[in-house]
């Protein structure tokens, strides 16, 4: 089971919208392209962003997100 829940890292991706604009994510196909994302980084040999030594990478992705410390931007950006 994934922990925090996909509910909980939509409302921190979408903490920032103003009322009235368009949630950034809305789905959660969204969350899942976007740790993804961020796990093949992490693998490729970025750093990562929280502490994590004997973690995996997509777990470290899903913690990263939750805290705010990567960003998932729209179509738009």
């Keep these: ?3 925090p829940s996909y ?4 409302k921190v991706v979408n ?3 103003e009322p009235g604009e ?6 959660r196909y969204s969350i899942v392209m976007a740790t993804s994302k961020r796990a093949r980084q992490i ?3 970025d750093e990562p962003l929280v502490a994590g030594k004997d973690r995996k990478p997509l777990s ?8 705010g410390q990567i960003k ?3 179509d738009e950006d």
């Design 22 to 27: 368009a949630p950034v994510v809305n789905s």
């Design 60 to 67: 470290i992705a899903i913690d990263e997100l939750n805290r």
């Design 72 to 74: 998932i931007l729209g």
């Design 7 to 10: 509910s909980d890292l939509m």
């Design 15 to 17: 903490s920032e919208v």
């Design 43 to 45: 693998i490729s040999g």
């Design 1 to 3: 089971m994934l922990h």
